[in-house]
């Protein structure tokens, strides 16, 4: 568990501690402006355009395996970001450091879906959620520090570097302390679908990093319509992969995983028979709109306190920590609490909390506009980290509750392409809105994007309705089981049930 909680922190503190330390690289490297944004929006591009396939393959390869190489992986690129010695190298070394992250990252959850039972996987998922804002929320705090002790004639580059030994110690905790999960040797890579994954989120992606930071040109623009049909095929040639490994081949179609004139048919990337389920379709919907209001949300409250407000980026990052703090409460506490006693309401319960916790900030900053003063923001800040623990942990267990041991990789890589894809939204919408507004005030700016976030809280209130009442115990699942219609009513008074 240690292993993975710090693979996952890794990330997020990687993600942090580069944004600390930007204008320290663009004095030193030279480097444009471009040359910053790609620094962070490559990482981004490569990590997102590879996920479906890296779930894959911890099915095919071994969860714990295919973990520990992405964290080698992310050690021997952060080494490089380290000794770049140019923009464009560095660059391309994070490139490299955002698809290692994208190895490793499904593996986690995988992992944990393995070594967990149903009925114990919020808790850890949760806590899962909570490291990650622990993470994030440190970033600035290292980065400075870092950056402060000036332990090189270029301050910069121990800020990559910090990630080599905490790579390594994760990986070898991985050897050491987590049980081997036993692949799936007979499954198969879809080439192709990883291609067509690969090319179509990749250039959703870009067209969402791209538009906000240009205006949104004919190129951001160019990009987000490509992708649509190159994922439309995408989602077709699941489609037919899904239909040979049911058995359910149709005129001519070979049957995954046999020999037809002289060759095997891969097993899909996403199988469809994942979204037969209600937990792991709602799942996947709501987690798009929750990490659209947390992505946006980050970049607003970054460029509030940093540039709007002058704070320093050691101040900024302290003032995370009353969010981080009620993300723990969130899920340690309430999550852990009420949902073995309401189920799916306690996500419910948490969109309310998110919505007056964001409220309560926009009332704030309205009010006192560029004269805010910043502790007068900590309140809201409190309730809405507990309204995303009592989101986050729930959530991972519902969407993932009724997977197949075998489906667990790709149904991880899933769940976080959707997230990536939902936080990029939420920087190109939330953000956006913020960005082009700020001319006219820092209040009427900052009341603009949040009241985009509120609404969409309010659709997660909304969506939780469409989950599964309750999280089905391992026979349960395993069985295939689903509760009469008079333990269903009584579980769900609303009659929504279990069934999938």
Known sequence: MLALLLGAAMDLLDTSLVNTALPTV?????????????????????????????????????????????????????????????????VAWRCVAGAAAAVMMPQITSLLQAMYAPEERSGVLGLLGAVGGIGAALGPLAGAAILSADLTSEAWRPVFLVNVPLALAAAAAALLLVPHVPPAPDTRIDVRGALLSTLGFGLLVYGLIDGPDQGWSPRAW?????????????????????????????????????????????????????????????????????????????????????????????????????????????????AELLLPRIGRDVIALGGLALTVGVAAGSLVVAVEGAGTVVWHLIPGLIVAGT?????????????LNDVRAADAGAASGTLEAAEQVGSTLGVATIGSLFVSSVAHGLGSAYVHATGLAIALSLVIVCLARTLPARIRSEDEVRAGWAPPAEEDARTDPHGAGLRT
Do not use: K
């Open 387 to 399: 309204g995303l623990g009592m989101i986050m942990g729930p959530l991972f267990a519902v969407t």
């Open 222 to 334: 160019g990009a987000v319509a490509a992708a649509v049909p190159v994922i439309g095929l995408f989602v077709a040639s699941q489609r037919s992969r899904g239909r040979a490994a049911s058995g359910r081949p149709g005129p001519g179609r070979p049957v995954a995983g046999r020999p037809v004139a002289g060759r095997l048919v891969a097993d899909p990337l996403t199988p469809g028979r994942l979204f037969a389920h209600r937990s792991f379709t709602g799942g996947i919907v709501l987690s798009v709109v929750v990490e659209t209001v947390v992505g946006g949300l980050l970049l607003v409250s970054t460029l509030t306190l940093q540039t709007a407000l002058g704070l320093s980026p050691l101040h900024a990052g302290l003032m995370t920590l009353p969010m981080t703090g009620g993300m723990v409460l969130g899920v340690a506490v309430l």
């Open 26 to 90: 663009r004095r030193e490297l030279h480097a444009s402006a471009a040359d910053l944004e790609w620094i962070v929006a490559g990482y981004t591009f490569a990590f997102a355009a590879l996920l479906l396939t890296s779930g894959r393959l911890g099915d095919r390869y071994g969860y714990r395996r295919v973990f520990v190489v992405g964290c080698l992986a992310f050690g021997i690129a952060s080494l490089g970001c380290s000794t770049a010695s140019g923009a464009g190298v560095l």
